[in-house]
């Protein structure tokens, strides 16, 4: 799997374990799959590879926002979908049968359901890298919130 498919797949499993742990606060998590719009990210494949994607793989770049203004507008989701993989143009995966590759699922579910539980061991590892990032802001969002309140400011978040 090369760095956008292995881009893609981490975001799938983010996205499914946040889904896991923010389920009690009401919250929904989608991760989305725009595809793979012809865009400048291409730049500097070599000539022939290029023809191979733009004939098999590459759609045009307006195809890849409807995917993310479907996420986000469309009556459709609810709170059953919290979780579900949002693919290419606004489709919501149909279920676990039918995936591309059973590994990436069997990689995603929990330890408890007798499987490689590697999405909450990413998340863990993610959570190591930008925790001390979030403790700076934390530290700085309660510093803004005491100026703008000693003020008397309207502080909006």
Same mark, same amino acid.
């Given at each position: 799997m090369g760095g956008n498919g292995t881009s893609k797949a981490g975001v799938w499993f983010l996205g499914r374990e946040f889904a896991l742990i923010c389920s009690k606060e009401s919250m929904l998590s989608l991760p989305v799959n725009p595809g793979n719009p012809r865009t400048n990210s291409w730049k500097g494949t070599v000539a022939p590879s290029m023809w191979v994607f733009n004939a098999a793989m590459l759609h045009d770049a307006i195809w890849g926002p409807h995917t993310l203004v479907f996420t986000g507008l469309s009556p459709d989701i609810t709170m059953k979908h919290n979780g579900t993989h949002i693919i290419p143009w606004g489709r919501i995966r149909p279920g676990e049968g039918i995936v591309p590759r059973r590994d990436l699922l069997r $990689?995603? =579910?929990? +330890?408890?359901? /007798?499987? @490689?539980? *590697? $999405? $909450? =061991? @990413? &998340?863990? &590892?993610? #959570?190591?890298?930008?925790?001390? *990032? @979030?403790?700076? #802001? +934390?530290? /700085? &969002? /309660? +510093?803004m919130k005491a100026w703008t309140d000693t003020w008397g400011l309207r502080w909006i978040m």
């Open positions: $990689a995603m =579910k929990p +330890v408890e359901e /007798r499987e @490689l539980g *590697y $999405a $909450a =061991k @990413l &998340w863990e &590892w993610c #959570e190591s890298q930008w925790n001390p *990032y @979030l403790q700076e #802001e +934390v530290m /700085r &969002w /309660r +510093v």
